[in-house]
């Protein structure tokens, strides 16, 4: 079964980029430019997970995060924080989950998709022991 990731990404150069790296992939994709727009896509379908840009307009990345994981619907969803800022700078982010993974901008086709697969199995894994 395709896993379905929200791509939450402001820049249209990234979008399209994330494009090329999702090309050859069975990932089903969803893509917002904002917050507001990630919420609504949210609502419509509840991805597997979600790709965080940190810098966007109106609502930032940190705090739309903050908002997802005090959710209790979308708590459990996994992150992947991708940003052009060190993971230092957002240290309190994985204060609140220590699972969070944080991509450097720019990254390579080939660790995107590591940290995608890897963090997909890493929720498996805890989906089958916690239920």
């Given at each position: 079964m395709s896993k379905t990731i929200l791509i939450v990404e402001d820049e249209k150069a990234f979008q399209d980029l994330y494009t090329v790296m999702f090309e050859e992939t069975d990932y089903n994709i969803i893509r917002a430019y904002d917050a507001d727009q990630a919420m609504t896509k949210l609502?419509?379908?509840k991805p597997d997970l979600i790709i965080l840009d940190i810098l966007l307009d109106?609502?930032?990345g940190d705090t739309f995060f903050l908002h997802l994981k005090r959710t209790s619907?979308?708590?459990r969803?996994?992150?992947i924080i991708a940003s052009s800022f060190s993971s230092k700078t957002y240290k309190h982010l994985?204060?609140?989950d220590p699972t969070l993974v944080f991509l450097?901008?720019?990254?390579t086709k080939g660790k995107l998709l590591e940290s995608v697969r890897a963090k997909l199995d890493?929720?498996?894994s805890?989906?089958?022991k916690w239920g």
């Open positions: 609502e419509e379908q109106l609502v930032t619907e979308y708590a969803i996994p992150v994985q204060e609140i450097e901008k720019p990254f890493e929720e498996m805890r989906e089958k």
